[in-house]
């Protein structure tokens, strides 16, 4: 049996992993694939990844492209999924902003500098037209940080994914003032540099196992009512959100995808220069 560690977070697009989990996919390989949950985000994940407590990770694009050209000793094996991300931009209930120009000079909750809460406020502010310079931030830690923040007033906006802060805007904690989506595909799957050196065949066996469950995933009887009932979600908003995502069907990620992400974070200061868009990626499928 080969040991591997794999990390995501707790929301809907990773319940494919949970149903391979679940059927024993990755045993019948003789690969013993341990899930644990990550609701830091990214940023919690690039810090496991570099310190060796995981070896796979469901990361976002922006997040992992940014730590590897920090020195993250990881690459990119494949996207996940090849939509964008909608990021909801959200105020606390009793907030006086109304707008999205009111934020200008607000402070942002992030889980983690480097993380998709972070480094999306920047393309967010960049959309706007502000000085990036100028924003404030506050690190949270989580969802649950940004809730408290918001609320006790430490910081004024926080940004997270649309369906999964949808409850939030439901019940009255937030209020959301609009939409940010991401310019590229919004999760790709990274693996350690050490654990495709070692293990190549079993990540590759990995990869095709969990693309074989997202090939026909929407196709699975009632899965969204199975996806409302596990992450309190109406079931609306299920449907919308199904509609709207696409996972990678196997294809590799391509250097060319890559160099366009990273022209884009230059363009929003996000990375300060580009590098060769190889050092990124590791193709599994040569």
Known sequence: ?????????????????????KNKEYT??????????????????????????????IVLTEGIIKDIADGNPSKIVQTFVKTPLIWGIHVGAKSSFK???????????????????????????????????????????????????LTNGEADYFMWEHFTTKPLVDNGTFRRIDNCPTPWPCFVIAVRNEVLENNFDEI????????????????????????????????EDIQKWLKITEWNDGKPITKNLITR???KMVFFNVIEAKK??????KNMYI
Request: with cysteine; hydrophobic share 40%.
């Open 1 to 21: 049996m080969t040991d591997l560690k794999i990390g995501g977070v707790p929301e809907h697009f990773n319940y494919p992993w949970y149903l391979t989990l």
């Open 28 to 57: 019948k390989q003789n690969i013993n694939l341990r899930w644990q949950d990550y609701p830091g985000g990214t940023g919690q994940m690039c810090k496991a990844l570099r310190n060796g407590n995981v070896d796979i990770a």
């Open 99 to 149: 707008k999205i120009e009111d934020l200008e000079n607000a402070t942002i909750a992030i889980s983690r500098f480097g993380s998709g809460s972070h480094l999306m406020a920047i393309v967010n502010a960049y959309n706007q037209g502000w000085n990036i310079d100028k924003l404030k931030f506050k690190v949270v830690g989580n969802l649950q940080g940004g809730i408290d923040a």
């Open 204 to 235: 590759k066996k990995v990869l095709d196992i969990i693309n074989d469950e997202t090939e026909n995933f929407k196709d699975i009887l009632n899965i969204d009512k199975i996806l409302a009932k596990r992450y309190e979600q109406k079931l």
């Open 261 to 263: 992400i990273q022209n």
């Open 276 to 281: 060769d868009s190889g050092e990124f990626i």
